[in-house]
C-alpha cells in the first residue's frame, strides 16, 4: 500500500484543492485553444458579415418603366453605402490577419476582446443599411462612423494589452508602437465623424467616412512589409 501510495498519489481533495486544479485546468484549456479555432471563428464571422451587405440591396418586382427610374434615387445611396461597408469590413479583416502573425499565444482576455470586436463587425450590415437608408440624415453616417470608431477602439485597446504577454519578443516595439499610433489616430478622425462632422451635414460624415476607409487601406499598404519582416523574424525565431 505505500508503494502504491507513492507511485499514485491522491488527487488533492477538499474545496481549496478543487479549486485549484479547477482554474488550473481552466487556464489549459485557454491556453490549448491557439490561434486555429480562433482565426476560424474571426474568419467566419467576418464571412457571414461580408454576405450580409449585399442583402440591402433588393430592386421590387413589377415595377413599369416609370417606377423603375424613379426608383433609382433609392437605390443609388444604398449601392454606394454596400460598397462603402464592404470595403471597410474588407479592410477589417485584412488588418486582423496582418495582426494575429504577430500573436505567439492567447489568453482569456484576447478572447474576450476578440468576441467583443467580432459582435461590432455583426453590427457593420446593420449600420450600413442605416446609412444607406438615411443618408441625407445625421443618423446614417453617425451610426456607421460611430460603429466603425468603437471597432477600432476595442481593436487598439486588445494590441495595448496584449503588446507585453502574447505578441513576440521578435518584434520590435517601434513597429507595435507606430500601430497603436495610427489606431489611436483612426478612433478619433472616426469619433470626430461621428459627433461632428455628421451632425452638421450628412455629406460631411459620408465624406469623412470615404476618407477613414482611404486611409485605412493606406495604412495596410504601408506597415505590410513591415509586417512581412516580423512574420520572418518570428519564424526565424521558432
Not at 62 to 81: C, H, N, R, T, Y
Not at 86 to 94: E, L, N, T, Y
Not at 194 to 222: D, K, Q, T
Request: hydrophobic share 50%; net charge positive; proline share 6%.
Amino acid at each position: 500500500r505505500a508503494r502504491c501510495a507513492e507511485a499514485h498519489p491522491r488527487p488533492p481533495y477538499g474545496p481549496r484543492g478543487g479549486i485549484m486544479l479547477g482554474l488550473r485546468h481552466r487556464r489549459l484549456s485557454v491556453a490549448a485553444l491557439g490561434h486555429a479555432r480562433q482565426d476560424a471563428l474571426v474568419d467566419g464571422v467576418y464571412s457571414v458579415a461580408l454576405t450580409l451587405f449585399v442583402l440591402d440591396l433588393k430592386i421590387p418586382d413589377g415595377l413599369s418603366p416609370e417606377q423603375l427610374d424613379a426608383f433609382w434615387p433609392v437605390i443609388l445611396p444604398k449601392a454606394l453605402s454596400f460598397v462603402l461597408g464592404f470595403v471597410m469590413a474588407a479592410s477589417a479583416w485584412i488588418y486582423v490577419h496582418q495582426m494575429s502573425a504577430l500573436y505567439t499565444r492567447t489568453n482569456l482576455g484576447h478572447l474576450v476582446r476578440t468576441v467583443a470586436s467580432l459582435m461590432l463587425v455583426c453590427a457593420l450590415p446593420f449600420t450600413t443599411a442605416a446609412m444607406g437608408a438615411y443618408s441625407s440624415r445625421p443618423l446614417g453616417p453617425m451610426l456607421f462612423s460611430g460603429n466603425v470608431a468603437i471597432l477600432v477602439g476595442v481593436y487598439t485597446l486588445d494590441l495595448i494589452l496584449s503588446r507585453k504577454s502574447l505578441i513576440s519578443d521578435a518584434i520590435s516595439p517601434s513597429l507595435v508602437n507606430q500601430i497603436i499610433a495610427a489606431h489611436i489616430g483612426a478612433v478619433c478622425w472616426a469619433g470626430f465623424c461621428c459627433l461632428y462632422l455628421s451632425p452638421l451635414s450628412p455629406r460631411l460624415g459620408i465624406a469623412g467616412i470615404v476618407a477613414y476607409v482611404a486611409m485605412h487601406w493606406i495604412n495596410i499598404w504601408w506597415f505590410e512589409p513591415q509586417m512581412h519582416a516580423a512574420r520572418a523574424a518570428i519564424e526565424a525565431k521558432e
